[in-house]
């Protein structure tokens, strides 16, 4: 059974946890330094808020998947969704071991999928993350060529 997710980055970690517990009725399930994340189970979400978004509000959204195989089957409707999907393979990322992809709704908002494969003690260095969303911006760059550097499309856009 599929999970779905939401990421908000926050000014205030405390002040946020705080809100959201009383919001859910519960406390997160991980609580680290510059990150919180609910796993609820009505309404059936991983909720997450960090302090490490670009700016305060909703980062991403996404699709938990529980096995290999409904990671498969999310991909494909990815692919056929159409846009560009940047899949990442194993990763680091929210204090989390697993498989990743990336692609932007026709609004561009990141939609993530994912399995998780286990914990981590650090939350990764968004590399895979932002090396995702850095390449999408340059391959649909508004104002630079397809063969401009990746700098130049993201600064150009972002």
Same mark, same amino acid.
């Given at each position: 059974?599929?999970?779905?997710?939401?990421?908000?980055? #926050? @000014? $205030?970690?405390?002040?946020?946890?705080?809100? /959201?517990?009383? &919001?859910?009725?519960?406390?997160?399930? +991980? *609580?680290?330094?510059?990150?919180?994340?609910?796993?609820?189970?009505?309404?059936?979400?991983?909720?997450?808020?960090?302090?490490?978004?670009?700016?305060?509000?909703?980062?991403?959204?996404?699709?938990? #998947? @529980? $096995?290999?195989?409904?990671?498969?089957?999310? /991909?494909?409707? &990815?692919?056929?969704?159409?846009?560009? +999907? *940047?899949?990442?393979?194993?990763?680091?990322?929210?204090?989390?071991?697993?498989?990743?992809?990336?692609?932007?709704?026709?609004?561009?908002?990141?939609?993530?999928?994912?399995?998780?494969?286990?914990?981590?003690?650090?939350?990764?260095?968004?590399?895979?993350?932002?090396?995702?969303?850095?390449?999408?911006?340059?391959?649909?760059?508004?104002?630079?060529?397809?063969?401009?550097?990746?700098?130049?499309?993201?600064?150009?856009?972002?």
């Amino acid at each position: 059974m599929k999970r779905f997710h939401v990421h908000v980055g #926050v @000014e $205030n970690l405390p002040q946020a946890i705080g809100f /959201y517990s009383t &919001l859910f009725a519960t406390k997160p399930a +991980v *609580v680290k330094p510059d990150y919180a994340k609910w796993m609820l189970d009505d309404p059936r979400v991983n909720f997450a808020i960090s302090t490490r978004g670009k700016q305060p509000g909703l980062d991403h959204l996404g699709i938990q #998947v @529980e $096995n290999k195989d409904e990671l498969t089957e999310v /991909y494909d409707r &990815l692919h056929q969704a159409g846009g560009t +999907v *940047v899949e990442q393979g194993e990763v680091t990322c929210c204090y989390a071991k697993g498989e990743k992809a990336w692609i932007d709704d026709p609004s561009g908002i990141a939609w993530e999928t994912f399995f998780t494969t286990g914990e981590s003690t650090v939350y990764g260095d968004g590399s895979g993350e932002n090396t995702a969303r850095i390449a999408h911006a340059a391959s649909t760059a508004c104002c630079a060529a397809p063969t401009a550097p990746v700098e130049a499309a993201a600064r150009c856009c972002g």
